[in-house]
């Protein structure tokens, strides 16, 4: 017969001592907890710290840029004052200048319709509601609608008997002393000012080479009513000035004279007198006669037509 041993109760003490060793194990692991706990959020608020140095707040830099601007605002305050002041002085005139050598003056006494008796106008419509408005008697007109500086040697824009035909054909054999030239409306949306430029060169060169000893004059381009314009933002009077520059500078150049008929159809301010067209462009009969009226003051005297400008 087996005899089963029994098992010896645990000592008090020996008990004593696992609680004791549970507890200082708990103690030890939640005090390690806490420090970790603790050195995380220092280091949070160093880590926000130095966050905040490098990025400030909106409201932080709001107010640092206007304690610090606040001096320097008032110096270029002052600073923009005498600039402003100085390029109001120095700036240059929109429109072409007021002194040019080759910009016609003004004559004591004005000429008749018969100084136009050996004249050619040549232009597009502006020119052609000229020759219909302005009650000029005299000169020969070669115009057409929508004429430029590059289809006027390739659309034939001149009625004859034989048929339509170029505008340098029709001049062929004609017995011409002076030229009126107005062009360039239809190529203010050009943009490209040195090619128009070249291109009216071209035409004004070959007027020379059919009559050498032909005065040239160049009409500056009228202005524009803008705002009864429907066929281009581009058609303005920003456009109408630098042309006009363009137009000026060429005749500078190569001696031709220059008539700035905006003189007396400007309101002013950069733009064509206001009523003076129904479209924004072209010009009723007083105004066309006002336009008449400035070529028959403005002209070179024969004592000076052998001379360049």
């Not at 429907?230 to 000035?241: A, M, S």
Request: a negative charge; charged letters at 20%.
């Amino acid at each position: 017969m087996t005899v089963q041993k029994k098992r010896k109760a645990p000592k008090p003490g020996r008990l004593l001592h696992i609680v004791i060793l549970i507890i200082s194990v708990l103690i030890i692991f939640e005090g390690r907890m806490l420090i970790s706990i603790f050195s995380r959020e220092g280091f949070q608020e160093r880590f926000n710290a130095q966050l905040s140095e490098l990025f400030p707040s909106e409201e932080e830099t709001t107010a640092e840029t206007e304690t610090e601007a606040a001096p320097v605002t008032e110096v270029s305050s002052e600073a923009d004052t005498q600039i402003s002041s100085e390029a109001a002085t120095e700036a240059p005139q929109t429109g072409p200048p007021l002194e040019s050598p080759a910009i016609v003056p003004e004559q004591a006494v004005p000429v008749d319709d018969s100084y136009f008796s050996d004249a050619t106008f040549i232009g597009d419509s502006r020119m052609e509601g000229f020759r219909i408005n302005s009650g000029i008697t005299e000169g020969t007109f070669l115009t057409g609608v929508g004429m430029d500086t590059t289809n006027i040697f390739q659309t034939p824009f001149i009625s004859s008997p034989s048929g339509n035909i170029l505008v340098f054909q029709a001049l062929y054999g004609t017995d011409c002393e002076k030229f009126y030239v107005l062009l360039g409306t239809n190529e203010l949306g050009t943009y490209d000012w040195s090619e128009f430029k070249e291109n009216y060169r071209i035409v004004l060169g070959e007027l020379k080479k059919l009559s050498p000893n032909a005065l040239i004059y160049v009409m500056s381009v009228p202005y524009v009513e803008e705002d009864k314009v429907t066929t281009g933002d581009y058609i303005n009077n920003e456009n109408v000035d630098t042309m006009n520059r363009v137009i000026l500078e060429l005749c500078e150049e190569n001696g031709y004279h220059f008539l700035n008929i905006n003189e007396v159809l400007s309101n002013g301010n950069h733009s064509l007198i206001e009523g003076a067209t129904s479209d924004g462009v072209h010009m009723y009969p007083q105004y066309c006669e006002i336009w008449l009226n400035y070529l028959k003051n403005h002209y070179v005297p024969q004592d000076q037509e052998g001379e360049e400008t």
